[in-house]
Protein backbone atom coordinates (compact mmCIF):
# COMPACT_ATOMS: atom_id res chain seq x y z
CA UNK A 1 0.00 0.00 0.00
CA UNK A 2 1.34 3.22 -0.95
CA UNK A 3 0.03 6.62 0.28
CA UNK A 4 0.47 10.14 -0.82
CA UNK A 5 -0.12 12.99 1.43
CA UNK A 6 -0.87 16.49 0.52
CA UNK A 7 -2.24 19.88 1.46
CA UNK A 8 0.35 21.27 3.58
CA UNK A 9 1.53 24.76 3.38
CA UNK A 10 1.97 28.37 4.90
CA UNK A 11 -0.84 29.66 6.89
CA UNK A 12 -1.09 32.40 9.90
CA UNK A 13 -2.05 31.41 13.05
CA UNK A 14 -5.99 30.93 13.15
CA UNK A 15 -6.17 29.81 9.56
CA UNK A 16 -7.59 26.38 7.93
CA UNK A 17 -5.83 23.87 6.21
CA UNK A 18 -7.05 20.56 4.83
CA UNK A 19 -4.66 17.33 4.01
CA UNK A 20 -5.78 14.61 2.20
CA UNK A 21 -3.80 11.40 2.24
CA UNK A 22 -4.74 8.59 -0.85
CA UNK A 23 -3.84 5.36 -0.58
CA UNK A 24 -2.92 3.10 -3.62
CA UNK A 25 -4.91 -0.22 -2.83
CA UNK A 26 -8.46 -1.39 -1.86
CA UNK A 27 -7.36 -2.57 1.51
CA UNK A 28 -7.85 1.44 2.98
CA UNK A 29 -11.50 0.10 3.40
CA UNK A 30 -10.49 -2.32 6.52
CA UNK A 31 -7.71 -0.07 7.35
CA UNK A 32 -7.07 1.98 10.36
CA UNK A 33 -5.66 5.14 9.23
CA UNK A 34 -4.18 7.65 11.30
CA UNK A 35 -2.15 11.00 11.61
CA UNK A 36 1.05 11.68 12.91
CA UNK A 37 3.60 15.14 13.08
CA UNK A 38 6.84 15.74 13.73
CA UNK A 39 8.08 19.07 14.79
CA UNK A 40 12.01 20.87 14.41
CA UNK A 41 13.98 18.74 16.72
CA UNK A 42 11.17 16.75 18.20
CA UNK A 43 9.72 13.06 18.47
CA UNK A 44 6.94 12.31 15.84
CA UNK A 45 3.92 12.44 17.45
CA UNK A 46 0.18 11.33 17.19
CA UNK A 47 -2.20 13.63 15.74
CA UNK A 48 -5.48 11.22 14.90
CA UNK A 49 -7.02 8.32 14.10
CA UNK A 50 -9.65 6.56 12.08
CA UNK A 51 -10.56 3.16 12.35
CA UNK A 52 -12.56 0.75 9.65
CA UNK A 53 -15.87 1.49 12.28
CA UNK A 54 -15.50 5.25 12.06
CA UNK A 55 -14.43 5.64 15.35
CA UNK A 56 -12.08 8.45 15.63
CA UNK A 57 -9.38 9.50 18.04
CA UNK A 58 -7.47 12.20 18.75
CA UNK A 59 -3.78 14.04 20.62
CA UNK A 60 -5.80 16.55 23.26
CA UNK A 61 -3.40 19.06 21.62
CA UNK A 62 -6.15 19.00 18.91
CA UNK A 63 -9.08 17.92 20.21
CA UNK A 64 -11.82 20.36 19.53
CA UNK A 65 -10.02 22.05 16.56
CA UNK A 66 -8.62 18.94 13.94
CA UNK A 67 -11.40 16.55 12.35
CA UNK A 68 -10.13 13.26 10.70
CA UNK A 69 -12.75 11.68 8.00
CA UNK A 70 -12.13 9.18 5.35
CA UNK A 71 -13.70 8.22 1.65
CA UNK A 72 -13.96 4.72 1.14
CA UNK A 73 -14.86 5.25 -2.00
CA UNK A 74 -11.80 7.45 -2.68
CA UNK A 75 -9.39 5.54 -1.06
CA UNK A 76 -8.46 8.48 0.95
CA UNK A 77 -8.12 9.89 4.59
CA UNK A 78 -8.72 13.99 5.65
CA UNK A 79 -7.30 15.82 8.68
CA UNK A 80 -9.01 18.91 8.83
CA UNK A 81 -7.25 21.33 11.06
CA UNK A 82 -8.81 24.39 12.37
CA UNK A 83 -7.39 27.57 14.63
CA UNK A 84 -3.95 26.62 13.51
CA UNK A 85 -1.21 27.40 15.98
CA UNK A 86 2.43 28.14 15.51
CA UNK A 87 2.72 24.91 17.54
CA UNK A 88 1.22 23.11 15.03
CA UNK A 89 3.74 23.43 13.05
CA UNK A 90 5.18 20.46 11.64
CA UNK A 91 5.99 17.69 9.13
CA UNK A 92 2.31 15.83 8.99
CA UNK A 93 2.73 12.12 7.86
CA UNK A 94 -0.53 9.88 6.80
CA UNK A 95 -0.52 6.27 8.18
CA UNK A 96 -2.24 3.04 7.38
CA UNK A 97 -2.69 -0.30 9.28
CA UNK A 98 -4.63 -2.16 11.46
CA UNK A 99 -4.24 -1.21 14.80
CA UNK A 100 -6.57 -2.35 17.80
CA UNK A 101 -8.43 1.08 19.98
CA UNK A 102 -5.65 0.69 22.57
CA UNK A 103 -2.46 1.15 20.89
CA UNK A 104 -4.00 3.06 17.94
CA UNK A 105 -2.05 6.10 19.41
CA UNK A 106 1.40 4.56 18.50
CA UNK A 107 3.81 4.36 15.70
CA UNK A 108 4.32 0.83 15.63
CA UNK A 109 0.63 -0.24 15.31
CA UNK A 110 0.84 1.52 11.58
CA UNK A 111 2.65 -0.47 8.93
CA UNK A 112 2.52 2.01 5.88
CA UNK A 113 3.52 5.63 5.99
CA UNK A 114 3.22 8.41 3.52
CA UNK A 115 5.91 10.68 2.45
CA UNK A 116 5.19 13.87 4.39
CA UNK A 117 3.50 17.27 3.94
CA UNK A 118 4.59 19.97 5.80
CA UNK A 119 2.49 22.68 7.53
CA UNK A 120 3.89 25.76 9.00
CA UNK A 121 1.84 28.43 11.05
CA UNK A 122 3.50 31.94 11.37
CA UNK A 123 2.16 33.87 14.23
Known amino acids: VQLQASGGGLVQAGDSLRLSCAAS????????LGWFRQAPGKEREFVAAIRWNGSTYYADSVKGRFTISRDNSKNTVYLQMNSLKPEDTAVYYC??????????????????WGQGTLVTVSS
Open 25 to 32: ERTFSISG
Open 95 to 112: AAGRPISSSITKETSYNY
